[in-house]
């Protein structure tokens, strides 16, 4: 089983105080992989990841504009024989699934951010799933991460996570 722990704009910076919660670092360090969808905006979070020795895949988002030379804008990738797909914006929210239906058409799994709400939707066999954001909320009631379990093939879990 492979435990997946997924993030998105979480805009943090080495030069500012703010930090991922504890209570995130908590679960990524019982996990195999951390997805992060783009808005990491500096190195320092990847640089983290690399000093804790945790396994992670990012996606360039519209505001790490020093990451441009390191972070691919799409990815697509198996875990443990499901498809996973990630993509920092996936448009406006009317028509989004048949618009990442059209740009993975073969991904089990769509990840993806930038509007910092949550989504955790099957359609037609594909998860949309949008961890919201663990530092910034914005217009959500709090500070969310995702939990996503792959088993045999198959996602086991799929859930939106407060920090608090």
Same mark, same amino acid.
């Given at each position: 089983?492979?435990?997946?722990?997924?993030l998105s704009?979480?805009?943090l910076r080495a030069n500012r105080p703010r930090r991922l919660p504890d209570a995130v670092w908590a679960i990524i360090a019982d996990c195999q992989l951390v997805l992060h969808a783009g808005d990491v905006v500096d190195a320092s979070l990847l640089d983290e990841f690399d000093a804790r020795q945790v396994p992670y895949?990012?996606?360039l988002g519209n505001n790490d504009h020093t990451?441009?030379?390191?972070?691919p804008e799409r990815v697509q990738f198996d875990i443990e024989h499901v498809r996973v797909a990630m993509v920092h914006d996936s448009g406006a929210t009317? !028509? #989004?699934a048949p618009r990442l239906r059209r740009w993975f058409p073969d991904a089990?799994?769509?990840? @993806? !951010?930038h509007s910092h709400t949550p989504c955790n939707d099957w359609h037609d066999g594909q998860?949309? @799933?949008?961890p919201g954001s663990p530092t910034e909320r914005r #217009?959500?009631?709090t500070h969310t991460f995702g939990v996503i379990e792959i088993d045999g093939g198959r996602v086991v879990k799929n859930e939106i996570r407060p920090t608090e």
């Open positions: 089983m492979q435990r997946v722990v997924v704009d979480t805009h895949r990012a996606v990451l441009r030379d390191v972070l009317k !028509g #989004r089990q799994i769509v990840v @993806f !951010g998860l949309l @799933f949008n #217009r959500e009631p």
